[in-house]
C-alpha cells in the first residue's frame, strides 16, 4: 500500500503523519499518479494550520509530477506510462494519487522531475500575476517583497526578462545574495530598514509601478506608500498573517492606486486558462529568461521538517518533497 502525508487534526507541523493509505482504481476521467517530485507551498501551511475549511482528515499539497500508472475510462490523451504535471490541486503529499485527468498538463523533456514540480504553482502564479493581473512593460520598476522566496525566484526574473527594474525585500544580509543572483537589481533588507524610504531612495523618489505583496500583515500599508501615481498594489499572499482591512478613501488621496488580491485558482479555472498558463511558463522557462535552481530536498516523511523551515524562513527558492 503507498504511504501519504495525512492531517487528522490542524496545528503544528507535528500534526502531519506519514501514514499507508487505501487507494480505489480511478473512475471515469480520473488518472493514477505515481509521483516522483511534489512541490513544497507555503500556501500548505494554511491548510496544515486550518485556515482553510478541509474536511479532515487530509492530504495536504497542491502540485506534483509523476508517472501515469492507471487511467480511468473516457481518458483519451492520456496513457500508462506518461509523465504529468499539475497544480493547483489539493492533496499532493502522497506517493501515489488520483486526480481528474483534465487538471494533468504534459511537462516539457527538457524540464527535470524536480524542476517541474518545483514550477507549476509557482511559476504559473508568477505568470498571473505578471502577465494578467498588472501586466509588466520594458522600463516599469517593480517591487517584489520576499524577492528570496519560492515566488520570489519566478518574480523577480520574469518581472527583468520583462524590460523591468526590480527591487525586492529580503530578511538578510545571505538571502540578498539570493535575491540578487534571482535578478533583483537592488534588494532590500527590511529587517534593517524601513522598506519605503529604501524605495525611495533607490528611485530618486519616483517610487514604482507595482508592488507584489505576499507578505501582507508586515508590509501592505508601507507597499502601498511605494506606489507612484496610478500604481498597482497586487496582493496574493499574508507570510506574515493577514493584514487589517484597507481602508480604500485614501488610495485616492495618494494617487488613484488599484489593489487587487489574486489566486491562481481563478486564472487556471478552465483547461484553456491552465493550458495558456503553462505554456507561458515553459516558453520563459525555454528561452532562459527564468532558470529555476531547487534549492532543498526533504523526504516527504519528513513534510514536517521541511514546513518548520520554511515557516522559520529558513528556507530560500524552491523545495520540494521527494517520495
Ligand atoms: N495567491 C496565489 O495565487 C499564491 C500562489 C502562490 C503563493 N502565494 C503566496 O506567496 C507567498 C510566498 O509563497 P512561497 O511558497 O514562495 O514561500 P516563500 O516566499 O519561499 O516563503 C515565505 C517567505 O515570506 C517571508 N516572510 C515575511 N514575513 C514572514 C513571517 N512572519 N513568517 C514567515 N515568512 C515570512 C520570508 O522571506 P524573508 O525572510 O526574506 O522575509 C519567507 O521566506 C505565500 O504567502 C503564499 O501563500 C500565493
Known amino acids: ?45 494554511y491548510q496544515r494550520e486550518g485556515v482553510f475549511p478541509f ?17 480511468g475510462e473516457g481518458v483519451a490523451e492520456i496513457h500508462v506510462g506518461d509523465r504529468m504535471a499539475y497544480a493547483p490541486v489539493p492533496g499532493s503529499y502522497s506517493e501515489v494519487r488520483l486526480i481528474a485527468a483534465e487538471r494533468l498538463i504534459r511537462v516539457p523533456d527538457s524540464i527535470d522531475d524536480k524542476t517541474a514540480a518545483a514550477i507549476m504553482l509557482k511559476g504559473m502564479t508568477a505568470q498571473y500575476l505578471l502577465r494578467q493581473t498588472h501586466r509588466v512593460t520594458p522600463g516599469e520598476v517593480v517591487l517584489v517583497h520576499a524577492a528570496a522566496g519560492g515566488m520570489g525566484q519566478f518574480l523577480c526574473q520574469w518581472a527583468k526578462a520583462l524590460g523591468a527594474t526590480v527591487l525586492g525585500t529580503v530578511s538578510t544580509e ?25 524605495v525611495r531612495r533607490h528611485t530618486s523618489g519616483e517610487m514604482v509601478d507595482v508592488v507584489y505583496d505576499a507578505v501582507g500583515r508586515d508590509t501592505l500599508l508601507g507597499s502601498i506608500d511605494c506606489l507612484k501615481p496610478l500604481g498597482h498594489l497586487v496582493s496574493f499572499g499574508d507570510a506574515s498573517g493577514p493584514p487589517e482591512p484597507l481602508d480604500i478613501v485614501p488610495l485616492g488621496d495618494k494617487g488613484s492606486l488599484t489593489v487587487t488580491r489574486g489566486t491562481l485558482a481563478t486564472f487556471t479555472r478552465t483547461r ?20 529555476v535552481a531547487t534549492e532543498r530536498t526533504f523526504p516527504l516523511s519528513e513534510a514536517a521538517d521541511a514546513h518548520r523551515a520554511l515557516q522559520d524562513r529558513r528556507t530560500v527558492g524552491c523545495s520540494i518533497l521527494m517520495p
Do not use: Q
Not at 492530504?59 to 487511467?71: F, H, K, L
Not at 484553456?272 to 532558470?291: E, M, P, Q, R, T
Open 55 to 71: 474536511r479532515l482528515p487530509f492530504t495536504p499539497g497542491n502540485e506534483g509530477v509523476g508517472i501515469v500508472e492507471a487511467v
Open 174 to 198: 545571505e538571502k540578498a545574495v539570493v535575491a540578487a543572483s534571482y535578478g533583483c537589481d537592488f534588494p532590500i533588507v527590511y529587517s534593517r530598514e524601513n522598506f519605503v524610504d529604501a
Open 272 to 291: 484553456a486558462g491552465l493550458l495558456a498558463c503553462a505554456n507561458d511558463l515553459f516558453d520563459i522557462i525555454a528561452s532562459g529568461g527564468v532558470k
Open 1 to 45: 500500500m503507498p504511504f501519504a502525508i495525512r492531517v487528522h487534526e490542524f496545528g503544528g507541523p507535528e500534526v502531519l503523519l506519514f501514514e499507508e493509505i487505501a487507494l480505489r482504481e480511478p473512475r471515469p476521467g480520473e488518472v493514477r499518479l505515481r509521483h516522483t517530485a511534489i512541490g513544497l507551498n507555503f500556501v500548505e501551511i
